[in-house]
């Protein structure tokens, strides 16, 4: 059999080979020709699995190594007998580590602590639950807005956008992109949603650029009303708008799931649905060669710290966001680049925490989030 693969789904090299051809391109660069004769399609969210590219193919099973699935047209797929998978939840985790650095740096930098405050939460699934994991291990009280979820469960644990936008100190957005129908989250923050959010609240997209209208958002950052914005999606990819990074606080090219963690989860994930798919004889694989951190040991003196800049100093370590957001504002050209050779990231559950003169509530927040204590 042909497999044709992203070039930069890490992990994949040599795996597949034994039992296949595998064909690897840039994945903005696969086209159909490339695929007349294939039998599997291994990508990222660069390639648009459309009909125009799929049509008449060789192509039986498309597997994406990301959450979302938006870039496949899955009605033409399943009407031409096409299986499909994405990577549901691969890169929770790395997205919690995401938001945890990007608001105790918030916190920090703006001198506020944030526990007692309220999170909005938009769109509680795979990433969005870490989120809520997070917050409530910090000490944030949450508002969780989650139609399909709503109808499913009943209204009890969720509450209306509508009051998100009008009680939350921070609002933070974790949905899929949806286009039409009932649950559409295409422009779903415009002039009007803007408007209600109340004065001081600051706005984090990690989903979908699509979701927010570019202009309306600038328009609002404008106004003086928000606290600020942290970006790590852009609608247009990857030629972000460069006044609407200019406004924000942090800014990062589309990465917050992009630990190397992460990646080998979403990995393993289309490497087994497709062995499944074709019953080639590897079963439950899983990368055996993920880089270790460079400094996998924590050392922390909590003496006259608070309990936040302890946590706050052992995310860091983990991941400094500021590295992200500095090379996106020196090059934003450069932003397919960053993604494609970004550095390892380990999770958080990759390193040890020695903490002295620290509090048990420290403690107990950085085992919560996955950090080994020694």
């Known amino acids: 059999m042909k497999i044709v693969a992203d070039d930069k789904i890490p992990f994949l090299k040599g795996v597949l080979e034994p039992y296949a051809e595998v064909v690897y391109l840039?994945?903005?660069?696969?086209?159909?020709?490339?695929i007349l004769d294939a039998d599997s399609l291994l990508i990222r969210t660069r390639t648009k699995c459309t009909e125009s590219l799929l049509k008449d193919t060789g192509v039986r099973f498309i597997g994406t190594a990301t959450i979302g699935f938006d870039h496949i047209d899955t009605q033409f797929c399943e009407k031409n007998k096409i299986m499909w998978t994405n990577a549901p939840g691969c890169n929770s985790v790395s997205v919690q580590q995401y938001m945890a650095a990007a608001m105790l740096k918030l916190a920090s930098e703006f001198r506020f602590n944030l526990a007692g405050k309220k999170l909005g939460i938009i769109g509680v699934g795979n990433v969005g639950s870490r989120v809520e994991k997070l917050a409530k291990l910090l000490g944030i009280n949450v508002l969780l807005n989650d139609p399909p979820r709503a109808r499913k469960e009943g209204d009890k644990n969720f509450v209306s956008l509508g009051e998100i936008l009008y009680n939350s100190d921070i609002v933070t957005l974790h949905v899929p992109l949806n286009i039409v129908g009932e649950d559409s989250t295409y422009h779903l923050f415009d002039d009007k949603t803007f408007k209600k959010m109340k004065k001081g609240t600051w706005f984090i997209n990690t989903s979908r650029g699509e979701v927010v209208m570019t202009q309306c958002l600038k328009k609002a950052l404008d106004s003086g009303k928000f606290g600020g914005a942290i970006l790590d999606v852009w609608e247009h990819e990857p030629d972000i708008d460069i006044d609407l990074m200019a406004k924000t606080f942090l800014s990062t090219p589309h990465i917050a799931g992009y630990s190397t963690d992460g990646k080998a989860k979403g990995t393993s994930i289309i490497v087994n649905a497709l062995c499944h798919q074709f019953n080639l004889p590897l079963k439950e694989w899983f990368p055996?060669?993920?880089?270790?951190?460079?400094?996998?040991?924590?050392?922390?003196?909590?003496?006259?710290?608070?309990?936040?800049a302890v946590i706050l100093e052992a995310v860091l370590h983990t991941y400094n966001i500021d590295e992200d957001?500095?090379?996106?504002?020196?090059?934003?050209?450069?932003?397919?680049?960053?993604?494609?050779?970004?550095?390892?990231?380990?999770?958080?559950?990759?390193?040890?925490?020695?903490?002295?003169?620290?509090?048990?509530?420290?403690?107990?927040?950085?085992?919560?989030?996955?950090?080994?204590?020694?």
């Open 325 to 374: 957001n500095i090379s996106l504002r020196f090059s934003p050209s450069d932003f397919e680049k960053q993604r494609g050779d970004y550095r390892v990231r380990r999770e958080f559950a990759a390193f040890n925490v020695s903490l002295t003169h620290g509090s048990n509530q420290a403690r107990k927040v950085l085992e919560g989030l996955g950090f080994r204590i020694i």
């Open 288 to 308: 055996q060669n993920i880089p270790e951190p460079e400094i996998p040991e924590i050392h922390i003196d909590g003496k006259g710290k608070t309990d936040e």
């Open 26 to 34: 840039p994945g903005n660069k696969i086209s159909r020709k490339d």
